[in-house]
């Protein structure tokens, strides 16, 4: 009893690393990552938000209350709204029309990762399922985070990624990173032992899928 955020981190200390500080990143921070490998990420990263909108829906579903449906509702709408149209154009400005997301095949790293954060989120409630959503929104957090305390980054025009970090260390992103903690805070505060094991499991699991994920990109893989 008596869980943080910071004790499922811990849990899985190693994997949280390595998708942390993972090459892709390191690349993206120094400026150094090849552009095909960007542009395979940025179009995956289409087919990834659209079925993360739709876990945002699952969760809605499970929602028990008002706030709890707002909360899922709030989640799904910036990411249609928001997210989506910033990325379609985001993925103009690197050469990749709308047309090509249409006809985008999905990488078998995208669809283990959305797939699973589903499944989460069917067989479990709406605990399971924001632990299973947690790696994504505190993850970039923590990326921009850590890219900036890093002698390797180089930031401003030299640096063509320059905008992806711009985004994710923004106060509006970082604000929706605190309050994504905080309200895990509250509900692992009361989870037994047994509970807190299953937790960390879906915390490990979504995690390894975010490292596929970036590997997925500087592979090209399909
Ligand atoms: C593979 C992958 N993982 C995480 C994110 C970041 N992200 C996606 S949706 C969302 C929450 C928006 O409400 C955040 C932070 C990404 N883009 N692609």
């Not at 032992?193 to 975010?210: G, K, M």
């Amino acid at each position: 009893m008596g869980y943080s955020f910071d004790d499922l981190k811990a849990a899985g200390k190693k994997d949280w690393q390595n998708y942390i500080q993972h090459d892709f990143v390191k690349q993206l921070g120094a400026g150094t990552l090849p552009p095909a490998a960007f542009r395979h990420y940025l179009q995956q990263d289409y087919l990834f938000l659209i079925h993360f909108a739709r876990a945002y829906a699952l969760a809605a579903y499970k929602s028990r209350n008002m706030a709890e449906l707002r909360h899922s509702f709030d989640g799904m709408k910036v990411i249609v709204d928001l997210e989506l149209t910033l990325h379609v154009d985001y993925c103009t400005q690197w050469g990749v029309s709308e047309e090509d997301l249409a006809r985008l095949p999905e990488a078998r790293a995208t669809m283990a990762y959305t797939r699973y954060v589903l499944d989460t989120g069917n067989r479990g409630d709406l605990l399971d399922m924001h632990v299973a959503l947690a790696p994504c929104l505190v993850g970039y957090g923590e990326i921009a985070n850590w890219l900036n305390s890093e002698a390797n980054t180089l930031r401003g025009a030299d640096n063509p990624y320059d905008s992806w970090i711009a985004m994710y260390e923004s106060e509006g992103f970082q604000a929706a990173m605190r309050d994504e903690i905080n309200w895990l805070n509250t509900r692992l505060a009361t989870v037994t032992d047994e509970r807190f094991e299953e937790l960390t499991t879906i915390f490990r699991d979504a995690t390894r899928l975010e490292i596929d994920f970036w590997q997925m990109g500087l592979d090209l893989s399909f």
